[in-house]
């Protein structure tokens, strides 16, 4: 590609668009990760009590487990998320862009 056509894509209004909305996206699917990170963090250091607590009397698994493996599968589930956007509504306009820009 030619300097002209890198251009006529950075100056396009659906570049833009996909350049704010992928970007606003990502930044609510960081501030979940981050809120469910730091809130266990604070769980850690604040409620030990909770995660030391066992999920019932005869069992020997502790609530600390089930809400441990619930976060790092919160972080595959977000991932999951942003894929499916990206190779959905992001990778239409994308090319959108790039038909656009070949014309």
């Known amino acids: 590609m030619n300097d002209s056509i890198y251009l006529s894509i950075q100056n396009s209004p659906r570049f833009k668009e996909l350049v704010r909305k992928r970007e606003k996206f990502a930044w609510i699917l960081s501030a979940i990760m981050l809120g469910l990170y730091s809130g266990f963090i604070l ?12 999920i019932s009397p005869e069992s020997s698994i502790t609530w600390g487990i089930p809400i441990g493996v619930g976060l790092i599968l919160s972080a595959f589930v977000l991932t999951a998320i942003y894929v499916r956007r990206a190779n959905g509504e992001f990778d239409d306009l994308n090319n959108a862009i790039l038909k656009e820009a070949q014309q």
């Open 43 to 54: 769980l850690i250091a604040y409620g030990p009590h909770v995660l030391g607590a066992k």
